[in-house]
């Protein structure tokens, strides 16, 4: 039989029929990939009113970087129906484990669930209710990944529920519904609330907390009965447990837990009541506020993406790594995630949640060797030959596989990120919540200064190569002549003075952190948000630092996140966070050179000293990092380090990397001559940035969590 085609789709096959629409394996002519495409009934293209919710909600959806959010691709209107066009991945749902397996494991349901908390949390944040939470609209990965499917039906927060549509949708929908949207009232987040804890109690016994075959005993049944005890139908589940779900079920929304992560964090906490602590949930004291040198141990392999172990403080799920196709009967899609100024739609602040892993806390000395060796000059068609010394290797004293901390500099209520100047004297520190940059004298580690930026609040820095302007990526900004616009600016400061001397607006709704070129004549913006055009990919801003104007807008693959030139600075890179891929551009031409598969939710980028050999990108959600050749344009390792990280940085001998883990609130120490993690040194609380100075002898983190930022000893 011919696949039946629909606009650029070839529909290969259905995965999934539901009162919401189709679910198909399809193939994307036009972009050349596969994807899972969500065919909405033909009754909605006709409803106006729900076709400008579908496109505003679905517009909200896709632009949430929450890493258990499905991401969205494309959504609108093709052929006559509505559509959402999304990745496939790998997994099932929720409701085929029980169908086919029966009640979850508690600390795995804990666990599964907590992730669903993070996106429910996020979206919520976001000022929009999923409304749908059910088993079949989670999905598990192999290896226990979690994404929220279905963002692109939900209504706005505040949105009166109208009359119910009795549909085989709601049917299905009916065991997990909000008592306030049987009674027409208002409906908020905690509507969401409410289902989660139906879910959490049908993932502990294996059924529904009401069942019924009709509409009026079910709504009967929310509106006024009690949820049945899950200890008395499941052994290992406690009495505490039945409390949780209650609250998270209570009649009035004001009773129940305020956020999803308040419901499973409590279901954790009642996980230990009557059982030993489990290894996904770490009970131990947290350790003092200033942040410590402790080391644990690395992780074992290169092979597998599991996250190391964390420090006791540390209370965020694991993300696991892969993910490549599913098979869902809601709607599928790609793994997401999400940017370092925010959390989970703003990294940096990371929601509490339940953490999977075993709680290590033992402090291990690791020494390793440590030799100065050189780089061989590339030979890859992308990268030019030579740098770091006179004979084309890395400079620098040798760097140190076990980092010491010196000390935590106080820098204001947020330290966002933090970047050396390339003449080492003094570092920039963002301070994104009181609108300022704080300067760092890098001679005695002291803050200096203070710069004002007016026009919004300073999320990124990078500099001029002579380090006398640095450019200040600033979200949000009021105009300077119209006080209620909104724009985004790149702001110049003058480093000599501290002032800032001009600002030029970009097209991105928040521009990421910037490169220069090698030659300083051009600033490079990447887009930090995903509200540009989901069907052209995003955009990178260039911007002549002479003429401070705009002057090239390049399209490339959703979401670029990080930007680094290579060796010679004849080609860059961008990291496509939506994507999963590494665009390499001409600088000379800014056209895509190649795009370079390399996984889930690549977040920054490292390219290594002494020829550009090897470019480092760490992974978000997949807690590990991918080294790239740039010699094959092949990922040759991928190496577990903490949750999330966020950052890299070479060593300038080269012999070691460094990554900032935002949900283990660590750094990793990477042998770049073995690719295994030597050493995990503790940080303040959520790291966002790494810098280090041009001899190497010190590395500085910014952890937005506590507004600190830690200086380690990296070399002799």
């Known amino acids: 039989m011919t696949p039946r085609q629909i606009g650029n789709y070839r529909l290969d096959r259905l995965l999934g029929v539901g009162g919401m629409g189709e679910v198909f394996q399809a193939y994307d002519t036009q972009r050349d990939r596969f994807i899972a495409l969500k065919l909405l009934p033909e009754v909605f293209s006709d409803d106006q009113e729900y076709l400008k919710r579908f496109q505003r909600e679905s517009h909200v959806a896709a632009r949430l970087r929450e890493p258990h959010v499905i991401p969205i691709h494309d959504f609108g209107e093709i052929d006559g129906r509505l559509f959402i066009d999304m990745r496939l991945v790998d997994g099932g749902d929720i409701r085929t484990m029980l169908d086919e397996h029966g009640p979850i494991a508690p600390q795995r349901a804990v666990s599964l669930l907590g992730q669903v908390a993070q996106a429910l949390d996020a979206a919520h944040a976001d000022d929009l209710v999923h409304r749908d939470i059910k088993p079949s609209n989670i999905l598990v990965t192999p290896r226990d990944f ?259 901390f010196a000390k935590a500099v106080a820098a204001g209520k947020s330290a966002n990120s933090v970047q050396v100047a390339p003449n080492g004297k003094f570092a920039y520190v963002a301070d994104a919540d009181d609108n300022v940059i704080k300067v760092l004298n890098t001679a005695d580690d002291k803050v200096t200064g203070t710069i004002n930026i007016p026009s ?119 990291s496509d966070h939506m994507e999963g891929e590494v665009t390499v551009l001409s600088a000379q031409t800014n056209k895509i050179v190649k795009e370079i598969p390399v996984g889930e939710t690549p977040h920054g980028e490292a390219v290594s000293p002494g020829g550009g050999k090897m470019l480092a990108v760490t992974s978000w959600s997949g807690n590990e990092v991918f080294m790239v050749s740039t010699a094959t344009d092949k990922v040759t390792a991928r190496i577990p380090v903490g949750t999330n990280p966020q950052a890299a940085v070479y060593a300038p001998d080269g012999r070691h990397l460094y990554t900032v883990n935002a949900g283990s609130n660590t750094v990793s120490v990477i042998d770049t001559t073995t690719d295994k993690v030597t050493a995990t040194i503790r940080t ?33």
């Open 146 to 404: 979690v994404y929220v499917v279905d963002f692109g039906i939900a209504r706005p927060m505040r949105g009166r529920q109208t009359s119910l549509t009795i549909t085989g949708a709601t049917i299905g929908t009916l065991d997990y519904m909000a008592p306030e949207r049987f009674a027409g009232r208002a409906v908020d987040g905690r509507a969401d609330i409410y289902s989660l804890a139906c879910v959490l109690h049908e993932c502990l016994t294996g059924k529904p907390p009401f069942e019924g075959e009709d509409l009026p005993s079910l709504m009967y049944a929310h509106l006024n009965g009690s949820p049945p005890q899950a200890s008395t139908m499941v052994a290992g589940v406690s009495r505490t447990m039945d409390a949780v779900i209650a609250r998270g079920m209570a009649k009035d929304p004001a009773d129940r837990f305020p956020t999803a992560t308040g419901l499973i964090d409590a279901a954790g906490d009642a996980l230990l009541v009557e059982e030993p602590a489990p290894a996904w949930r770490r009970a131990v004291p947290a350790p003092a506020p200033r942040p410590q040198a402790t080391i644990v141990d690395p992780p074992e392999t290169t092979t597998s993406p599991a996250p190391e172990p964390e420090p006791a403080e540390v209370a965020e799920p694991a993300e696991p790594a892969e993910v490549a196709a599913v098979a869902e009967p809601a709607a599928v899609a790609e793994p997401g995630s999400a940017p370092p100024a925010e959390q989970p739609d703003q990294p940096g602040r990371r929601r509490r949640g339940v953490l999977v892993g075993s709680a290590i806390a033992a402090a291990v000395a690791v020494i390793a060797l440590v030799l100065v060796f050189a780089w061989p000059g590339s030979g890859h068609p992308h990268t030019a030959k030579g740098g770091g010394t006179a004979g084309g290797g890395p400079s620098g004293p040798a760097s140190l596989a076990v980092p010491t």
């Open 684 to 716: 303040g609380k959520a790291p966002t940035s790494i810098s280090m100075l041009p001899n190497g002898r010190q590395a500085y983190v910014s952890d937005q969590g506590d507004g600190t930022v830690d200086v380690f000893t990296t070399a002799k």
């Open 456 to 574: 919004g609040s300073p999320q990124f820095v990078s500099f001029s190569p002579d380090s006398s302007t640095a450019y200040v990526s600033v979200y949000n900004g009021a105009s300077y002549d119209n006080d209620s616009a909104t724009v985004h600016l790149i702001a110049f400061v003058d480093t000599a003075t501290g002032k800032v001397t001009g600002t030029v607006q970009v097209n991105n709704q928040k521009p990421g952190p910037t490169t220069t070129s090698p030659d300083g004549r051009y600033l490079y913006v990447p887009n930090h948000d995903m509200t540009m055009s989901f069907s052209d990919g995003d955009k990178v801003d260039v911007i002549d630092t002479s003429a401070r104007k705009l002057t090239d807008t390049i399209v490339v693959p959703m979401n670029p996140h990080g930007l680094v030139f290579g060796d010679g600075g004849k080609y860059f890179y961008t």
